[in-house]
């Protein structure tokens, strides 16, 4: 039974205020003043938690108490999932295991993403920028942005870097999407998840009869992993490779375009590059949360998580906690953002952050050094917002630049 100082469990706050498309929805503020771990009501009638204060949020993300197995959660989204029930995790998928199982993948994965190799791929990253940019200077001066930049440009990317055929680009744009809507039956989303993981395999079988020299290929070569494993992980590196990365490219674009004298800011001073990624990461928080499950009763600001709640923490919020951030609802490339949670934080975090950081830190600054005067073609509250995806973003961005 609650008591007036705990409210009931609702669910999880979606709807974002009217005409603020990068502010998460206003109910994360208050609760995070008033009460920063709140009974959470799952669609599947679980009953857990949400935390939105930053420094609770890192703490239960680096608590080895509060599991990421995939079994024992419970989605606080409906339709998020493939399938209507906690399933445990497939040999391979990493990113739902916890240690020893999830240490023994990380570690053959990590040396694939050093900051050195992602800097490395650099050069590359920057050809690929200017190929599409070069195209919508060919297409314009009005094009969507999604798909002329922001989409093919890390799908281009992550496909190179493990070794997936070009050809194949389309079909994972399209699937990858499809499962990410939360508006899509799950024996759909099932039926698509496991074409993708026997493509993969396929793919996997090739390299080892014909080795190549890329991330997947060079995995195939450790001779550590099955092929089904290796399946799996492929797979999780492609949707996660691109999709992040295509919105935050379009969103940042957006961001930048509503705050004009954020981007005079980039444009008069490329120092600030780095630093304005870090921030877009920040204020636009394109996740909406992870989850753990706790697997033993755990005190948190005076609420008893007991085992096998599940836990949800609100990357959105955390980001946005005056306690950490100064003033941390206004946009300014200029702000310190130390501890963001963007990747989230502990031995989950991003595999893939440094990817995602060179494609950004490459792709803004050109795209607006190409078109000086970029700028929206249809009114802000025109633009679609991915309300109804896990991961948000936009699903258009028509823009438009003097010239032809």
């Known amino acids: 039974m609650s008591t007036p100082s705990t409210p009931a469990p609702a669910p999880i706050p979606t709807v974002r205020p009217a005409g603020c498309p990068f502010d998460p929805p206003e109910e994360f503020a208050r609760l995070r003043t008033d009460h920063p771990v709140s009974p959470l009501a799952y669609p599947d009638g679980h009953v857990g938690w949400l935390v939105t204060s930053h420094a609770l949020v890192r703490a239960i993300l680096a608590d080895p108490r509060f599991s990421h197995r995939s079994e024992l959660a419970h989605s606080p989204f409906p339709g998020a999932g493939v399938s209507e029930k906690p399933q445990p995790a497939p040999p391979g998928a990493f990113t739902a295991m916890d240690p020893p199982e999830h240490t023994h ?5 990590t040396g694939q993403f050093t900051v050195r190799r992602m800097r490395q791929l650099t050069a590359r990253i920057q ?4 190929e599409h940019l070069d195209a919508m200077e060919r ?5 969507d942005l999604v798909e002329a930049f922001a989409l093919p440009i890390p799908s281009l990317v992550i496909c190179e870097l493990l070794g997936v055929p070009t050809e194949e680009r389309a079909r994972f744009q399209r699937d990858m999407t499809t499962l990410l809507r939360l508006d899509i039956p799950q024996e759909k989303k099932m039926a698509i998840f496991v074409a993708l993981t026997e493509y993969m395999r396929e793919l996997v079988v090739a390299k080892r009869a014909e080795p190549t020299d890329d991330l997947l290929g060079g995995l195939v070569a450790g001779g550590r992993l099955t092929d089904e494993e290796l399946a799996v992980i492929g797979g999780i590196l492609m949707g996660a490779g691109f999709e992040t990365t295509a919105n935050m490219l379009a969103l ?12 005079a800011v980039l444009r008069a001073d490329p120092s600030v590059t780095d630093k304005a990624v870090e921030e877009l990461l920040r204020y636009l928080s394109i996740i909406p949360g992870t989850i753990r499950t706790a697997l033993e009763d755990v005190e948190l600001a005076g609420q008893l998580i007991k085992a096998g709640q599940t836990v949800t923490v609100s990357i959105p919020a955390a980001n946005r906690d005056p306690e950490h951030f100064p003033d941390p609802d206004t946009f300014d490339l ?6 963001h949670v963007a990747f989230g934080h502990g031995i989950h975090q991003c595999l893939g952050q440094q990817l995602a950081r060179v494609e950004m830190q490459v792709g803004i600054p050109a795209l607006f050094e190409r078109f ?5 073609a249809v009114p802000p509250e025109e633009v679609p917002l991915r309300t109804d995806m896990l991961i948000y973003g936009v699903h258009r961005l028509p823009v438009t630049w003097d010239g032809a």
């Open 105 to 109: 993948y990380r570690h053959l994965l």
């Open 127 to 130: 050809e690929i920028t200017s």
């Open 139 to 143: 297409l314009g001066p009005t094009v």
């Open 252 to 263: 940042g674009a957006f961001a930048l375009m509503s705050h004009p004298d954020q981007l």
């Open 334 to 339: 200029r702000k310190p953002t130390a501890g």
């Open 372 to 376: 000086p005067t970029l700028r929206l």
